[in-house]
């Protein structure tokens, strides 16, 4: 594995674990304006991701197909939202915000929980920075390092602010600095685990690779949909979140069109 796959890979996890540590800088609890605000960043980010960085890749390697290149794109979509789907229904988690745990019961902390919710989050965007990583090192795939490098870069800048909604809500409830800076750490480790699977079984992912592309698209989707975009929105009405939204997908959309 060479060093630029390397830090590709550990990107991701790299913003998560900086956001993490603005427990130690930050006072009080994060205001809920501010948590809407980068919580609708992230989600533009990941909409942006999906489609520039994984769907339209996609359909471009299966051109073959001609006016059916559209159906790996498709396919993968859907099992993305039902894999996801399957998790969040086994997997105990508690959203922020939220008062009520969702999945299977458990007797797990509420602060497992919340780290679980966030890890279901991220798993998705390791698979995506796997799968493109994978799609670069076989040479007909047509992926470069630098549009390789742009995705996992647009991860980790939405992976900072979504580092710090992990651990200083935690800190807030009484958790040590320490602490709420492990678990969001923690919540992070998904993501190279997940890019890192990927990759070694690089020989099998290209065949398939506009599936394993829109597979990780759909999952983030699901991720937006069924809980980012809710958290962006809850509480007194605001255009916060959308505005955000907006910056955090242009932004996206920029990176990728000039840097990949």
């Avoid at 533009?44 to 790996?72: C, D, K, R, Y």
């Avoid at 798993?123 to 047509?142: C, R, S």
Wanted: hydrophobic residues 55%.
């Amino acid at each position: 594995m060479t060093i630029e796959i390397f830090q590709g890979i550990m990107l991701p996890f790299l913003g998560t674990s900086l956001g993490a540590a603005c427990v130690f800088f930050m006072r009080g609890e994060m205001k809920r304006g501010l948590q809407r605000a980068l919580t609708g960043f992230a989600a533009g980010v990941m909409v942006a991701a999906s489609v520039w960085s994984l769907l339209i890749p996609a359909m471009e390697q299966a051109s073959g197909m001609g006016t059916w290149s559209f159906v790996p794109a498709v396919a993968g979509f859907w099992m993305g939202i039902v894999f996801l789907l399957a998790l969040d229904r086994a997997i105990p988690h508690l959203h922020l915000n939220s008062e009520k745990a969702e999945g299977p019961k458990s007797a797990l902390s509420r602060s497992t929980m919340l780290v679980l919710a966030v890890a279901l989050h991220n798993l998705p965007e390791g698979m995506a920075v796997g799968a493109v990583f994978a799609g670069m090192i076989m040479d007909n795939a047509g992926i470069s390092l630098a549009g390789a490098l742009t995705l996992s870069l647009g991860i980790a800048i939405q992976n900072f602010p979504e580092g710090a909604i992990i651990s200083m809500p935690l800190r807030a409830e009484g958790s040590s600095k320490s602490k709420a800076f492990l678990y969001g750490v923690l919540s992070g480790v998904v993501e190279p685990i997940g890019a890192i699977l990927t990759i070694m079984a690089a020989n099998y992912v290209v065949p398939v690779l506009p599936y394993l592309l829109s597979f990780s698209a759909g999952a983030m989707i699901y991720v937006v949909v069924e809980e980012l975009i809710p958290e962006m929105s809850e509480g007194e009405h605001s255009n916060l979140g959308t505005v955000m939204f907006a910056v955090g997908f242009s932004l996206m959309m920029a990176l990728d069109v000039a840097l990949g």
